[in-house]
């Protein structure tokens, strides 16, 4: 088994460690935080750099790798900063429902927009009364002539907001089919449609800037080959997609948790309390080996699940493990650089804090760390007689 990254994926680790050092200053990145505006720069230099959509193929802007190097390029943007690299991160969200299910057309006219960062894409699962659970649907899409009249609402909506090209919606199609969730579609609805309405959902604990709304349709007409993938199909779509975006998620907590750690070693290195530096304190290196091996092992198993979906394996239970233990790393980490730094760790101005309120997100999005728990216990146990 071989644990060394590649020369071409060290060389794309290398481009986006020297795009973040290059371009997230930390002048620039509190003034966003002041305004709570979107990194709208750094998103395009990212779409310039090929960052976004790497994991597209060449002919949709992209450049034809896989999850890995997808992963690679998020935790080097969530280890440069945890706020602004999330957003570039999660700019292409959901857009693998489109390439994996849509249609050419589909794919040739949404993919090369994401990828040059023209648009931001939005999936549109969660609703207000099912959270976690997406085997019910009260969004419906019915067949009128040759269009889908969808009516619902969305809530917690990843990229919705004004930068928004499309919304990826998870849609009843049969309402009378048993289970309900043999019924559901995914339908791509145009953000400019008439009768979408987003209303953004208020101060958020992290990941203060990226937009996350609640989306509403209402009487939204859009054509039939809006359908992407199988009619009846959406809710297996999505649980597919899930298995990859779990891998970017990890992926995001790991980086999360080694920024902290980076921001933490550097300062009790350099902090000198009671005539020596803190790291020279027995107390301090024990935190710092137990904080680097968590990072470690959340490493391993991400980097695992990502090599093996690109190896054509679906593996919920490995991806939900990935999610689970960076997130949980992410928290940790993030808490004890904290406490490493004292009042200092405090203050918005040393980034550990922001970092703390960052990771929690990855313990609650794309299912949180009890239903990961739930999937984990399936496959192990089966099927129960």
Known sequence: MEFELKKEQQSIQKAVRDYVK??????HIHE??????????????????GFIGIHFPEEYSGQGLGVMENILVAEELA????????????ADFASELILHFGSDEQKAKWLPKVAEAEVLSCGAFTEPDHGSDITMMNTTAVKDGDEWVINGSKIFITNSGPLAGFYLVLCQTDPDVQPSHRGMSVILVEADR???????????MGITLTYTAEVTFKDVRVPLDNLVGKEGRG???VLEFF????IL???QALGTAQGAFDRALAYVKGREQFGKKIAQFQVTQHKLADMATKIEMARLLTYKAAWNFDQGRIDPKLTSMAKMAAARTAVEVSDEAIQLLGGYGYMLEYEVERCYRDAKITEIYEGTKEIQKNTIASYLIGKVK
């Open 22 to 27: 290059g371009e997230f200053k930390k002048d």
């Open 32 to 49: 966003l935080l002041e305004k709570h505006e979107y990194p709208v720069k750094l998103w395009k230099k990212a779409g310039e750099l």
């Open 79 to 90: 280890r440069g900063d945890s706020t602004v690299g999330t957003c570039l991160l999660i």
């Open 194 to 204: 008439p009768g979408v309405g987003v209303t953004d959902v208020g101060h958020k």
């Open 235 to 237: 809710f297996y779509q």
């Open 243 to 246: 298995d990859e975006s779990r």
């Open 249 to 251: 998620v990890a992926a």
